[in-house]
């Protein structure tokens, strides 16, 4: 069963332009202090009203968006109730009007409105790509708040007279990339080629198997490689760890290994990477049961602090699992993307916090967004890209990250630097790489990110 719903009040057009223009204002650098208002008021900036009594209900899907041209595209615009105006309206005095809601249309996508106040949840109890907007309208690939951000900063422009620029991020890039990896499992790759040779009535090949895997490092043991080969590109490796050994209540596998007994052999072979908790099947709505993971994982890495989380299985529960982070005190999440699509859940390419429907109030903690998981390119149930496919697939979302400035946040499992994996394995992943190199991207990580 869902959590309940909140008995709160409706969200006000003031606390909704509060919390975009908090969001506006970190995108870009030395924001002039330009006031942003409804059409009708003294503002320099004005914004037709165009939600009605949506965000008074709780509803979590608005009308259908009407698509507008911008820096090229065509943008789905939520809540645009005069369609045949001009997107801005530039008026001699230095003001101007947005025709469309863009501020209750950022803040409808930021706060992740539709999964909060949806009832879909899939088998592992994840808000489903299938039910999004983003599904429903074909978007996931545009950070259409940062398009709606765009349409903003080019009213400011005009009301202040001066450009702004967007913030850069360390030697002065553009964007920036975020490289981490899940360490689900690290002594199962003979499993599979065995049980194939086993049903195969193989048993020389199925001996041959379990003898390399009596004898031989197992190729998921593989953490110093994956560190070194993140390494030459002048990037550091983020490990997420699962604390868990058994499989969830629901039979979900958590690790195959047991971190408090491994622990002092990983150690020395991915010093000086950044550690974060990988929470287990359950704990995303579970406060004792994620606060003993976080201990855990402290304890077994006590140098820095393990400031950062991603759930296994990309588990949350929009009306609880945020609430039990800032409870816990992670600094940052970087849990939301879809597992079935690469693209962006929140329809944004920065960092941000997400809304706290509850208090009316932005989270404390920073949602670093994921753009891409390995297993999502190639996997029975979700896009099954040839390997030649990836990087072209990708590359229109990269040029929009670059385009605003912002991360691209990537998930590759050390179970796929497997030379074996011919489908989302290391030729993959330096194909991925050697492209944001070539574009100068900085390579940053989740601390980093606080910090900035």
Known sequence: MLPPLPTTAPVSAETRLSYVLEHFRRAYADVPAVEIGSVGSSAAVQVAPGSGEFFAHTQPYPPAPNYRPWLGQSIPFFFDAAPDKPLLELLPDQRVIIHADVISAAF??????????????????????????????NFVTVPVVNYYFDVLKTAVEHASGQQLQLRRWPAEARWAAFVTHDIDNLYSAWKQPAKAALRAGNLLGFGRHVWQ?????????????????????????????????????????????????????????????????????????????????????????????????????????????????????????????????????????????????????????????????????????????????????????LQDIERFGGVFTLLWHNENFDPANQHNGPQQFHAIMDYLRSRTVAFVNGGEMVNE
């Open 108 to 137: 409808y996508l930021l706060s992740g409105w539709q999964e909060f106040y949806g009832e879909e949840r899939d088998q592992h109890g994840r808000f489903p790509y299938a039910a999004s907007v983003q599904h429903r309208y």
């Open 213 to 397: 895997h009596l004898t031989k490092p197992d190729a998921w043991d593989n953490l110093a490689q994956v560190q070194a080969a993140v390494a030459s590109y002048g990037a550091q490796s983020t490990f997420f760890f699962l604390p868990a050994h058994r499989p969830g209540a629901n039979g979900t596998p958590n690790a195959d290994y047991e971190l408090a007994k491994v622990w002092a052999k990983l150690a020395p072979v991915i010093d000086g990477a950044a550690v974060g908790l990988h929470a287990s099947i359950g704990r995303a709505t579970h406060e004792a049961d994620l606060r003993q993971e976080a201990q855990r994982v402290q304890h077994c890495a006590p140098r820095e602090p393990v400031r950062g989380i991603r759930f296994h299985y990309l588990s949350w529960e929009p009306r609880l699992t945020p609430t039990l982070l800032d409870a816990v005190g992670f600094a940052y999440d970087t849990t939301l993307g879809f597992a079935e699509h690469f693209g962006f859940r929140n329809s944004y390419c920065h960092p941000f916090h997400l809304f706290d429907f509850h208090t009316g109030q932005a989270h404390r903690f920073l949602e670093i967004p994921l753009q891409v998981m390995d297993a999502t390119l190639h996997h029975p149930n979700y896009l099954r890209l040839a390997p030649d496919e990836i990087l072209p697939a990708l590359r229109p979302m």
